[in-house]
């Protein structure tokens, strides 16, 4: 969370809800305050089995103002955690680079040869 405006927020408190399992209380972590152009950082942990194929999570984050309003801004997220089908794109990279040494190689064995060859 980062406090871009020009005015400290008081008493930030960051949560978690949705998900496949409804999410307890072990998912809001307090921020405390934030003067103007600061940020904090909030980790949270999940076990892979906690999560399904696509989970929607929704982040709510509290705070309040100097003059104590309290203000609530909620953002929902899609998390996919499917496998990703990766295509070996170094593949390419490995063959270029052994035709590369292999003539280079190559280009040395024939060196000796005709060096051998001259010395004779």
């Not at 904090?40 to 989970?55: C, G, P, Q, R, V």
């Not at 709510?60 to 997220?77: A, G, P, Q, S, V």
Request: include cysteine; glycine fraction near 4%.
């Amino acid at each position: 969370m980062a406090n871009r405006g020009t005015t400290k927020l008081k008493h930030c408190v960051l949560a978690l809800s949705g998900g496949p399992k409804e999410l307890n209380n072990n998912h809001i972590k307090y921020i405390g305050d934030l003067d103007e152009d600061d940020y904090d950082t909030a980790i949270f942990d999940f076990s892979y089995d906690d999560l399904k194929n696509t989970t929607v999570l929704r982040v709510n984050f509290t705070y309040f103002d100097e003059y104590h309003n309290e203000y609530y801004l909620t953002e929902t997220f899609n998390i996919d955690t499917r496998p990703k089908i990766r295509s070996d794109s170094n593949k390419l990279y490995y063959w270029i680079a052994g035709g590369i040494l292999i003539v280079v190689v190559t280009y040395l064995y024939i060196r000796r040869k005709k060096k051998v060859y001259v010395e004779e």
